[in-house]
């Protein structure tokens, strides 16, 4: 076997807590810390919400800590062990400088109630911000608000009602346009702004129907939210005409640039007609994507929507930058002070250590990188391609053959991957295609990389032809084995929360 993943039983690491273990040497306390053992110093804290006693945290030495955070991940896998070809996803590697750079203590001990004249650096960071991600996407203004790609969907939603509203139309124009493989957030984002999704279908080319739509858009349309290249990897090529028909009727164009990797400066949204745009930081500027971590979905805008945007934009009058609150129509704030700064600042600085240069590459590299892979992977001769295009960044794979003549399912097939030390694709998604395989490789793998991914793929097809029953029982050499999807995600089996014994 080559492959063995680390399998530690440990503890939780409140259970390894003993009583008057520190890691560090702490400073003297500060008046925040002293207020949380009890104390109030200024006097301001509501009785009820002070604390009588410390928090019940875990007390370890520094050595226990670093071994148990140790043991965990290395029984995980990450961008940063090896390739991780999450379809939709976008999992790459993320350069170190900008960890470092974020780390920056000016800029960790920033607080957002300081007064402007103290904040220029930072203030100035994401003003040059806002400015590159309006270039490279063709808009005239953005709010770096929204935490996420799902937020900053809503925000561009709500936008979208504030435009129909102000034109008298807010109660008519109830319908969201979303095509059929469309990101599951889309329409999920459009109905909690108050739309009623309607589904556009696909063609057999894998792009939007374009009868189809002219046959769905009318008096009642809002708008569409789309994904340009598509969920599919297959970029609308009728794009044109797509947004001529939605605003001839009357409706806004989003686009959801979750997929924006692919065509970063090669193509930009505003040029294609889009009104409305967001992008995720955490997908295609650096920051890692998936654990839970913070993200950054910001939205722009075209001339005539920056005015409901929300407050505060970030100003510049040639001598100072300042917090701008002049937004007439504002749809008001989606989150706190100016969003999450730490992953802004990520994203400059690696737009700034790839340059234009380095930024028009990332476009090329994941394409061809994408497109490599799918070529080897159909001479293998084990899976199908719906939709035969030339793909972007993308492309989903069906395993539907290999199910009827070897009972094995892309879940197993992912399954057995893992044995082989890398990590599957996204399977069952989009939702078009059966036993879809959804895989992206991503501009920092190399040909290495590539190629162990593309060969797991390929033996455990291969596997599944000679010996579909190991295949259906995988993973052998991983952390965890199989788990049972079904009770995991049942509440009353699976429990989550710690329960104190002192408390029981
Ligand atoms: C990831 C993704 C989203 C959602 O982004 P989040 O930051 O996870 O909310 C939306 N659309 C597409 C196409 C995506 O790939």
Not at 50 to 57: A, D, F, V
Not at 89 to 114: A, F, G
Not at 198 to 209: E, F, I, L, Q, R
Not at 236 to 263: C, M, Q, R, S, W
């Amino acid at each position: 076997m080559e492959f063995h993943q680390a399998a530690w039983k440990e503890p939780l690491i409140i259970e390894r807590s003993r009583a008057g273990k520190v890691a560090h040497v702490p400073a003297l306390p500060t008046q925040h810390e002293t207020a949380v053992a009890g104390e109030d110093p200024l006097g301001i804290v509501p009785r009820p919400l002070l604390r009588e006693s410390p928090p019940p945290l875990p007390e370890l030495s520094e050595p226990e800590v670093i071994r148990h955070f140790t043991r965990l991940s290395q029984e995980n896998y990450s961008p940063d062990l090896g390739i991780y070809p999450l379809g939709s996803c976008t999992m790459k590697y993320n350069p170190k400088i900008c960890d470092v750079v974020v780390q920056n203590h000016k800029l960790e001990k920033v607080h957002p109630e300081q007064d402007e004249s103290t904040v220029q650096g930072v203030l100035g960071i994401l003003y040059k911000l806002e400015r590159i991600l309006c270039e490279v996407t063709g808009m005239s203004r953005m709010s770096l608000q929204p935490a996420a790609g799902a937020h900053g969907e809503f925000l561009g939603a709500l936008i979208i009602r504030a435009y129909h509203r102000a034109r008298g139309e807010a109660n008519q124009r109830s319908e969201m346009l979303v095509p059929d493989s469309a990101h599951g957030t889309n329409p999920a984002s459009a109905a909690m702004a108050g739309f009623r999704v309607v589904v556009v279908p696909s063609n057999t080319d894998g792009m939007v129907d374009l009868a189809a739509l002219k046959g769905a858009v009318g008096s009642k349309t809002a708008g569409l939210m789309i994904t340009n290249p598509n969920t599919l990897g297959i970029f609308e090529e009728h794009i044109l005409e797509i947004a001529e028909t939605v605003h001839k009727a009357g409706g806004l164009l989003y686009y959801d640039g979750a997929n924006f990797n692919p065509i970063l400066g090669k193509v930009r949204p505003g040029d294609m007609g889009f009104d409305i745009v967001h992008v995720n930081l955490h997908k295609t500027f650096a920051t890692p994507h998936g654990g839970g971590g913070p993200g950054a979905g910001p939205v722009g805008v075209t001339k005539g929507l920056e005015r409901y945007l929300p407050v505060p934009l970030i100003g510049y009058d040639g001598k100072r930058y300042f917090l701008d609150y002049k937004v007439s129509d504002s749809v008001g704030k989606i989150r706190a002070f100016h969003g999450n700064v730490g992953i802004l600042v990520r994203a400059y600085a690696y737009i700034l250590s790839l340059g234009i240069e380095g930024l028009e590459s990332v476009a090329e590299t994941a394409v061809v990188n994408t497109n490599y892979v799918m070529t080897r992977l159909l001479k293998a001769g084990l899976f199908e391609l719906p939709f035969f295009k030339m793909r972007k960044h993308e492309f989903v794979l069906s395993a539907r053959k290999l199910r009827e003549s070897t009972g094995v399912r892309a879940l197993d097939l992912a399954k057995r991957m893992l044995d082989k030390g890398v990590h599957p694709p996204t399977v069952y998604f989009p939702l078009v295609v059966d036993e879809a395989m959804m895989v992206e490789t991503p501009e920092t793998e190399s040909l290495y990389d590539l190629d162990t991914f593309v060969d797991a793929m390929i033996s455990s097809g291969r596997e599944a032809e000679t010996n579909a029953e190991t295949v259906k029982g995988a993973p052998y050499s991983a952390s965890v084995g199989r788990i049972d999807d079904v009770k995991a995600s049942h509440p009353k089996t699976i429990k989550l929360r710690w329960d104190n014994p002192a408390r029981r």
